[in-house]
């Protein structure tokens, strides 16, 4: 991997929830992409949710404490990073928010805030990574996450990335920037309007061409695999980062699932 001349660099992972529960291997493919890239990675035992969930189902009081509790273990490191949009963009864009009405917290929160990265986002953006040395025999698409794109600007990073991968072409699917109908609770409250969403977004994959997709945001991927599952299609879903990092050897997110 092409990384920073610069010498190494301390990072803190905040693995994020679902990666922790229900896909590891995401988290190992982050680290094993930033120490590849000369960075010296910690992950903090003290971590706990980001308050995401609370926050967005209007439960100010939870939310808070949870931020306060991520916000105390992470602010001490000046480089902190995500394998996830949504969990990113909690933090950079909404945790400032969050504390607006109490000048402490909310200076805690904006420093953080100015140290958090997702994960392609500080590859590319802050250690100009250009290549990395993996090799994935696929057709892929990729889905923009609405926090990823919206909040952060993830966009072009993860494909800049993609491009340098051995045996991969890109195949982008129409409409890559719509929402696949995961939203957290959005899909619980909403399920019907979900669906509909989520097989839409399976149709654009179908004819794209694709024999795998990609994201970086684990809901999403969770919600699209599921769908995939659910359909009985041959199409693969990974988190960006495991083929960034050439960890393709379990099954696909959602595999063999019913």
């Not at 896909?23 to 910690?42: E, M, T």
């Not at 654009?204 to 659910?230: E, H, P, Q, V, W």
């Amino acid at each position: 991997m092409e990384s920073m001349s610069k010498a190494s660099r301390e990072v803190a992972l905040f693995v994020t929830c679902l990666v922790d529960a229900m896909r590891p291997n995401v988290g190992f493919a982050a680290i094993k992409l930033l120490q590849d890239a000369g960075c010296d990675v910690v992950v903090p035992k003290q971590q706990t949710c980001c308050g995401q969930p609370a926050y967005n189902s209007g439960d100010e009081l939870d939310s808070r404490a949870l931020a306060k509790q991520l916000i105390k273990t992470f602010e001490i490191y000046d480089n902190v990073v995500v394998p996830s949009g949504s969990c990113a963009g909690m933090i950079k864009d909404h945790y400032p928010k969050l504390f607006s009405d109490d000048p402490e917290w909310h200076a805690r929160a904006v420093k953080l805030a100015a140290n958090t990265f997702e994960l392609t986002s500080f590859l590319v953006d802050v250690l100009a990574v250009e290549t990395v040395s993996a090799e994935y025999d696929g057709v892929v698409c990729y889905h923009d996450s609405c926090a990823g794109l919206r909040e952060l600007n993830v966009k072009a990073q993860p494909r800049k990335l993609l491009k340098s991968v051995k045996g991969v072409q890109i195949q982008e699917m129409k409409d890559a920037e719509v929402c696949c109908g995961f939203g957290g609770l959005f899909c619980v409250k909403y399920s019907d309007i979900s669906n509909n969403m989520v097989s839409r977004k399976l149709d654009n994959i179908k004819s794209s061409g694709a024999d795998t997709m990609l994201a970086g945001d684990l809901g999403c991927l969770l919600n699209i695999a599921g769908k995939l599952s659910r359909d009985k299609s041959p199409v693969k879903a990974w988190h960006v980062a495991e083929v960034l990092a050439g960890m393709t050897d379990i099954p696909a997110i959602g595999e063999g699932e019913a």
